[in-house]
């Protein structure tokens, strides 16, 4: 029994080395981009009630914005991977420029709403019902905000461009330091500028948005030249900008897989803005505890993230390299590593997360309010772990179209209007509300299982193409 179960769940040394050689430097980068993100939360938390929730409720509206970019780059990046894995790097070039026009396209639109539509957006997350705060000042602050942080989302889109090619290749290292550097650099140009040193003036949460776009602008510096000084590594950028060109049969390729995972990505994205702003309406010390916790939160979520991304790269190399078995037996392997690593999160977490918001300079309901959340985030994290598994499973054999229906239209139909009817009709606690709503992920979770043990998933889409 024991056998079976270590065969088919348990890998060897050298596949665990592999594992943690791709996913510790993400895991890395992305655990000081969040603790840098959450001592400049807690640096504006220091200003005031109402510059925390202007703020927060700006990063969620950015939130919708790094998913949407995310999902422009993934949808080619499914083609990438596995290009990459069948040593086509020309087939690799050309999605890189999908991937870019994408960007583009997708910082065009958000640079036109953050400049043109700032009050209704922010507007949408503030209500009078609460006991806590001033609406109108945190609007205020939300717009002040906002029009800075505009000025960064054309390099995160190129940056993150660059960063999925990269990854394809399996290389991780170089935009983890390029993560390292800028959030550096955002994190001593936060302290100088949001309370003042020297001559530089104290300028609150405009200092926060300034240092997050010059930190913005050096990760994409930093990964621009290094890419086109390594081009050895990097034979994806040989020729990239010499024309314009996709070749008709890809872009149709990519079009008909990747445009339901854009669409999945950016549908997900609005519907945990969504699910936010459902929970807004119960006042705006909501706005500021959800704030705390998801910082928080963000930073243990981190392992499971990252090690699903590393489905996506690992067994989509193989399903491109065609070996089907290969890859079955590797994602089962990394599936279990994942649940089992976040199950010692969690408990960590569930341990230590009651401390984080007594550092914030808040109403104690706010730190009550938090505390709770971060409990009940702790208690869901092994089943959000498995879904999201089963989610790059399925998207490494460019099952678009179960991932769309899987993830984003799930949220849609199942998760959100429960948010909303318990937000707005039931007279349960947020409490209560905050901790049905997260238990969802049970559905979803099994949902998942059933789908990822079909096999439908296990397919070679370069070969097909």
Known sequence: MWWKFKKKFIGTKDFYGHVLYLAVPMIIQNAITSFVSFLDNIMVGQIGTEQMSGVAIVNQLLFVFNICIFGGVSGAGIFGTQFFG???????????????????????????????????????????????????????????????????????????????????????FVPMLASVVAVVVNLILDYILIFGVGPVPELGVAGAAIATVIARFVECIIIIVWTHMHKENNRFICGAYRGLRIPKHICKDIFSKGTPLMLNEMCWAIGMAVISQCYAVRGLEIVAAQNISSTITNLFNIVYIQLGACIAIVVGQLLGAGKIEEAKDADNKMIFFSVACCAVVAFVMALVGRFFPAIYNTEESIKELATMFIFISALVMPLCAFSHCTYFTLRSGGKTVITFLFDSVYTWIVVIPIAYVLSNYSSLSIGVVFFLVQFTEIIKATLGFFMVKSGIWLQNIVEES
């Open 86 to 172: 069948k040593g086509d790097y020309e087939g690799q070039k050309y999605a890189f420029r999908f991937k870019m026009y994408a960007s583009l396209i997708i910082s065009g639109i958000a640079m036109c709403l953050f400049l043109f539509c700032s009050t209704p957006l922010i507007s949408l997350y503030l209500s009078d019902s609460g006991s806590v705060g001033d609406i109108e000042l945190a609007l205020q602050y939300g717009k002040e905000y906002m029009l800075i942080m505009t000025a960064s989302l054309l390099p995160f889109g190129i940056s993150q461009t660059y960063v999925n090619t990269i990854r394809e290749t399996g290389q991780t």
